[in-house]
């Protein structure tokens, strides 16, 4: 029997259980899940939606109990297929991967927080396009969808992979709370050995007035990262007498297998991010609401380098020519420092709505949503360290006046008879404005003379139709289709230096996306379904309308790219029981014209260049298990998890012949999770967690085939604890420690070692 303590009979259960779990993970190797983390709790988007699709959640009971949350990515970790390539709390480049894509895909997930787009569209990588998780509070979460594949037409083609679908809370009483968080790293690494700290404050006050209620959440966080990356140099094969004698360089060898050193770190960054976001409803009428719902994030982010070369006085050496080992170097200026930068944002994401859910024969909502950078500045020293970093000549990137905005109508008409129509219209509108400004103080200085630019806008109109036909009490038929009109126009390529000023052509193009999915649950505890569906992902505006340089040559590469056009499949057998499920899913993916970085000719040049290409056909095909069960041999004991295996290959390849039949870049064969959780009380929660994934290839013809290093993929089995004590009903204690066995690994970046979490939380 479970039993709910409460002051100090709660305090001293919690001691104990701390004093007593502690040994227990510390010995024991594996991990587990806990069973709400990979179960649909309540009432998911898709149910509500008349989805379709394949879904797992979480919820913020089992967020708050399992996970040491600090940003809202946190929140699925553990859940299927979810990587989240969060470098240090807080990192703003943190992509997810799915199923079939890696962390270089950004744009085949779609990411929404009560409607509100925050998956950055304007490109498809891992920097700039990454999702904007700083506009929403971890405290705000009430739960989180994740839906796998794109077989629901009421999404765009960017959910190839996945669509994940936050919901903040709505009191409906008043409540206020405030939480306090603290984390240390210590992290050791080639010439750093250092310990790295993290602050965090959040607060949240809501009430409900009758007809209105509202959330506001505050969040504050101060963090302090470990190195991002290195410095490195080849070795020559010839030793050498020239240039000025050092030491403290690292020897190793690079992705390729060739020998390096490591001349340094680069990227410790220094962020400090304030967020104010919000929700406010009206119940206009007891069956219709209207929503406002806002995020605005302020980050300030300082990094810095640690140089390792020191010379016969003592001094650290940046660059110049160099002699290391008896071989001589020439370390360019900006090896160091173009990773010295101090970045300044603000943005501001809004969304307005208005929906009947009266349950009836007729049911809508009509969502617009804007983002906005209202201010994206990086600046960055061209000068050489140490004296740029008192200041001197530089420049800054600026993203200001890039955003997008969606507009959404939607309908659901069930006339009976077991049908359940939906259907929607849709436009979005992205676009951007990437100029690069001359500094002549980089620190301080106004912009001068314009370096460089790019800018463009793309605009997608769609309509889409889908029918659920319950043709028996077993079996239900889903289909649907949409039809989606896109254009890419004002794009502009330009350059001081090499000269260019190119205006480009607008295109257009349309594609029209079937989707049927066949549901038979023969039983009330099984069930079986099979889902095709076509998807078309548009090519975005940084793939579009990029300027490539190699060396003095710059060039601009076709900016006619044809979009992806995906065929996705996927077949699942599910099984529950009182307390747990399994299920298993093998999926398809086959891709053509999928659009990837890789290295070929430009404009008829006998020179090769970096840059998005059409690659031919692609194709990926898995199997998923995903398990759970409560009460596992003593009840409190539940224990969850998940494995896929998946083999992705470039088919075929006109563009570079080395990589047909090679693996798709940053997606591992392997990849899971488990979470083991105990509640031996309603207020102790005590769990242990790992995440696993095998090494990836970093290249698209796979000649990266050292992983443990810096750019490499390397393969990792993380473990993770936290113990949740409910002291009282007001406060809450947790601690908590990632990276439990200070595992030492690179996903292209270092990533955070052993990192000890503990916070306080106070509910009124």
């Known amino acids: 029997m479970r039993c709910r303590?409460?002051?100090?009979?709660?305090?001293?259960?919690?001691?104990?259980?701390?004093?007593?779990?502690?040994?227990?993970?510390?010995?024991?190797?594996?991990?587990?899940?806990?069973?709400?983390?990979?179960?649909?709790?309540?009432?998911?988007?898709?149910?509500?939606?008349?989805?379709?699709?394949?879904?797992?959640?979480?919820?913020?009971?089992?967020?708050?109990?399992?996970?040491?949350?600090?940003?809202?990515?946190?929140?699925?970790?553990?859940?299927?297929?979810?990587?989240?390539?969060?470098?240090?709390?807080?990192?703003?480049?943190?992509?997810?991967?799915?199923?079939?894509?890696?962390?270089?895909?950004?744009?085949?997930?779609?990411?929404?927080?009560?409607?509100?787009?925050?998956?950055?569209?304007?490109?498809?990588?891992?920097?700039?396009?990454?999702?904007?998780?700083?506009?929403?509070?971890?405290?705000?979460?009430?739960?989180?969808?994740?839906?796998?594949?794109?077989?629901?037409?009421?999404?765009?083609?960017?959910?190839?992979?996945?669509?994940?679908?936050?919901?903040?809370?709505?009191?409906?009483?008043?409540?206020?709370?405030?939480?306090?968080?603290?984390?240390?790293?210590?992290?050791?690494?080639?010439?750093?050995?250092?310990t790295y700290g993290t602050g965090r404050f959040a607060a949240n006050v809501g009430d409900r007035f009758s007809d209105i209620a509202f959330r506001l959440s505050y969040n504050h966080l101060d963090n302090k990262g470990q190195p991002l990356g290195y410095a490195t140099a080849t070795v020559p094969a010839a030793t050498s007498a020239a240039g000025t004698v050092v030491a403290g360089a690292f020897t190793d060898a690079n992705r390729v297998n060739v020998p390096i050193v490591v001349l340094g770190s680069t990227g410790l960054e220094h962020q400090v991010q304030d967020n104010v976001s919000g929700r406010l409803t009206y119940d206009i009428t007891p069956r219709t609401t209207a929503d406002y719902t806002f995020g605005l994030f302020i980050n300030n982010n300082d990094s810095t380098v640690n140089g390792y070369l020191r010379d016969g006085a003592g001094q650290t050496l940046y660059s110049g020519a160099l002699n290391i080992n008896r071989r001589a170097y020439n370390v360019a200026a900006s090896t160091f420092s173009n990773n010295v930068y101090h970045s300044d944002e603000v943005q501001l994401a809004q969304g307005l709505s208005i929906a009947s859910h009266s349950g009836g024969v007729f049911d809508f909502e009509i969502v617009g949503t804007l983002f906005d950078y209202i201010k994206s500045r990086q600046r960055i020293p061209s000068a050489t360290l140490p004296g740029a970093f008192a200041g001197g000549a530089g420049s800054v990137a600026s993203l200001d006046d890039t955003g997008w905005y969606t507009l959404d109508a939607k309908g659901a008409w069930k006339p009976g008879d077991g049908h359940v129509v939906t259907f929607g219209v849709h436009q979005d509108r992205f676009k951007l404005s990437n100029p690069r400004y001359a500094l002549a103080d980089w620190i301080n200085g106004a912009d001068g003379a314009t370096q460089t630019s790019s800018s463009g806008k793309t605009r997608t109109q769609a309509v889409w139709l889908q029918e659920a036909w319950t043709v028996t009490p077993q079996v239900t038929a889903t289909m649907g289709g949409r039809y989606e009109r896109w254009q890419a126009y004002d794009g502009v390529n330009y350059s001081a230096t090499p000269a260019l000023n190119v205006a480009q052509p607008s295109?257009?193009?349309?594609?029209?996306?079937?989707?049927?999915?066949?549901?038979?649950?023969?039983?009330?505890?099984?069930?079986?379904?099979?889902?095709?569906?076509?998807?078309?992902?548009?090519?975005?505006?940084?793939?579009?309308?990029?300027?490539?340089?190699?060396?003095?040559?710059?060039?601009?590469?076709?900016?006619?790219?044809?979009?992806?056009?995906?065929?996705?499949?996927?077949?699942?057998?599910?099984?529950?029981?009182?307390?747990?499920?399994?299920?298993?899913?093998?999926?398809?993916?086959?891709?053509?014209?999928?659009?990837?970085?890789?290295?070929?000719?430009?404009?008829?040049?006998?020179?090769?260049?970096?840059?998005?290409?059409?690659?031919?056909?692609?194709?990926?095909?898995?199997?998923?298990?995903?398990?759970?069960?409560?009460?596992?041999?003593?009840?409190?004991?539940?224990?969850?998890?998940?494995?896929?295996?998946?083999?992705?290959?470039?088919?075929?390849?006109?563009?570079?012949?080395?990589?047909?039949?090679?693996?798709?870049?940053?997606?591992?064969?392997?990849?899971?999770?488990?979470?083991?959780?105990?509640?031996?009380?309603?207020?102790?929660?005590?769990?242990?967690?790992?995440?696993?994934?095998?090494?990836?290839?970093?290249?698209?013809?796979?000649?990266?085939?050292?992983?443990?290093?810096?750019?490499?993929?390397?393969?990792?089995?993380?473990?993770?604890?936290?113990?949740?004590?409910?002291?009282?009903?007001?406060?809450?204690?947790?601690?908590?420690?990632?990276?439990?066995?200070?595992?030492?690994?690179?996903?292209?970046?270092?990533?955070?070692?052993?990192?000890?979490?503990?916070?306080?939380?106070?509910?009124?």
């Not at 498809?124 to 971890?138: E, H, R």
């Not at 529950?576 to 899913?585: E, F, I, M, Q």
């Not at 979470?675 to 696993?692: E, G, Q």
């Open 5 to 194: 303590k409460t002051g100090a009979a709660a305090m001293s259960a919690c001691a104990i259980g701390l004093v007593t779990s502690l040994p227990v993970y510390a010995d024991d190797a594996p991990a587990g899940g806990r069973t709400e983390e990979v179960v649909v709790i309540g009432r998911s988007i898709s149910t509500d939606q008349n989805l379709p699709t394949t879904t797992q959640s979480v919820t913020a009971d089992v967020i708050a109990k399992t996970i040491n949350v600090f940003t809202p990515e946190d929140t699925i970790k553990y859940l299927p297929n979810v990587l989240i390539r969060q470098r240090h709390v807080g990192d703003t480049q943190s992509p997810v991967t799915t199923r079939t894509s890696g962390v270089g895909a950004s744009a085949r997930s779609l990411i929404y927080v009560d409607g509100v787009l925050i998956s950055s569209l304007i490109g498809n990588n891992n920097t700039s396009a990454s999702p904007k998780w700083g506009l929403v509070s971890p405290d705000a979460v009430e739960r989180v969808d994740v839906l796998y594949g794109p077989f629901a037409a009421a999404y765009a083609g960017n959910s190839i992979g996945s669509v994940i679908a936050f919901t903040t809370r709505m009191p409906t009483t008043f409540e206020a709370s405030a939480q306090v968080q603290g984390a240390v790293q210590a992290f050791a690494k080639y010439g750093d050995d250092k």
């Open 507 to 764: 295109v257009k193009n349309d594609a029209f996306s079937p989707k049927f999915v066949l549901a038979y649950a023969p039983t009330p505890d099984w069930s079986v379904k099979g889902s095709v569906g076509l998807a078309y992902r548009f090519p975005t505006v940084t793939e579009l309308y990029q300027a490539i340089t190699t060396g003095t040559v710059l060039s601009v590469p076709n900016p006619n790219l044809k979009p992806e056009r995906a065929l996705s499949s996927e077949f699942s057998v599910e099984k529950t029981w009182v307390g747990g499920n399994v299920r298993v899913s093998v999926f398809d993916e086959r891709i053509h014209n999928t659009l990837l970085s890789q290295t070929a000719s430009l404009n008829g040049s006998t020179q090769l260049f970096s840059y998005v290409q059409n690659i031919d056909r692609t194709h990926a095909t898995g199997i998923e298990l995903v398990a759970s069960q409560k009460d596992v041999v003593v009840p409190g004991l539940d224990i969850s998890g998940w494995v896929t295996y998946v083999t992705a290959k470039i088919d075929k390849d006109t563009a570079f012949a080395a990589a047909v039949g090679k693996n798709l870049p940053q997606l591992p064969h392997w990849r899971g999770s488990m979470v083991v959780s105990y509640s031996p009380t309603d207020d102790l929660t005590m769990t242990l967690a790992a995440r696993y994934s095998d090494r990836a290839f970093a290249t698209i013809d796979n000649s990266d085939h050292y992983a443990n290093t810096y750019q490499g993929f390397g393969a990792y089995l993380v473990a993770d604890t936290r113990i949740k004590c409910q002291v009282t009903p007001e406060v809450a204690v947790g601690l908590g420690i990632n990276n439990l066995t200070n595992r030492s690994y690179f996903v292209f970046h270092p990533f955070p070692q052993r990192t000890f979490v503990a916070d306080l939380k106070y509910t009124y």
